[in-house]
């Protein structure tokens, strides 16, 4: 009689093995572009962007019940004048370069922001239009989402001088500019590369003398535009030995 294995039964499948599932891989997260130049906490730029889109809200409903007609026409003489041509032609070139950047065209952009006349992004871009507020906020949020601050700043002292010169007025229309110049003047630094390989020592000398002819510059142009500067301010001329 033979003998039965030990640990085998008669008539028992094998079962099969299970294949052990391989641990899910999360995908990283896809990395945010990069801004071309660098701007403001996101945080404070959704901030400005906010609240100069109330204020604009709160002062064209202003304007209104007030008897828009004087708006108008001061906007109209704005609008009309050969200086405000020329800031035209610049911001549309302005918005032009940066819808080619973001690689799209005139109607994929008239497109995302549910513009109907396709036409108009085009007049725009020649100069020959001006945009609404809201479509300078819709526009910042597609081709300057990075930075939208000098982007509102620059498109709404073209498109919108009344609304301008009444922040300007308040105070508020200063601080993009502020920012901006703020921000240009660090990117003066930022595109040297040389800068960055600079001793201590050396980056000091380049600072001080840096300084020095920014007082000088800033205490021409103040005395040109008749800006009284703070007396602790004022660059006092060094005594020659």
């Known amino acids: 009689m033979a003998q039965r294995r030990p640990g085998k039964k008669s008539g028992q499948r094998r079962r099969p093995r299970r294949r052990a599932r391989p641990a899910a891989v999360e995908a990283p997260p896809a990395p945010e572009p990069a801004p071309n130049e660098p701007g403001l ?42 200086e405000a041509g020329r800031m035209r032609r610049e911001a549309g070139r302005y918005v032009r370069e940066l819808r080619e950047l973001a690689g799209l065209t005139v109607d994929e952009l008239a497109e995302a922001l549910e513009v109907s006349d396709h036409s108009l992004l085009a007049a725009v871009e020649k100069g020959t239009a001006t945009l609404s507020f809201e479509l300078i906020l819709r526009l910042s949020s597609l081709l300057a989402r990075n930075d939208p601050v000098p982007f509102i700043a620059k498109l709404t002292r073209t498109y919108n001088p009344v609304l301008w010169k009444l922040l300007e007025s308040w105070g508020i229309g200063r601080i993009p500019l502020h920012l901006e110049r703020e921000r240009r003047f660090v990117n003066v630094y930022r595109a040297r590369d040389a800068a960055r390989e600079l001793s201590d020592l050396a980056f000091d000398r380049v600072l001080a003398f840096t300084q020095a002819a920014f007082e000088l510059a800033l205490d021409l142009a103040a005395r040109e535009e008749g800006i009284s500067q703070p007396e602790g301010r004022k660059r006092t001329p060094r005594r020659r030995k």
């Open 41 to 82: 906490p996101a945080a404070l730029q959704a901030a400005l962007v906010r609240g100069l889109g109330a204020i604009a809200g709160n002062v064209s409903g202003r304007m209104a019940a007030a008897g828009g007609g004087v708006g108008l026409q001061i906007g109209k003489a704005l609008l009309l004048s050969p």
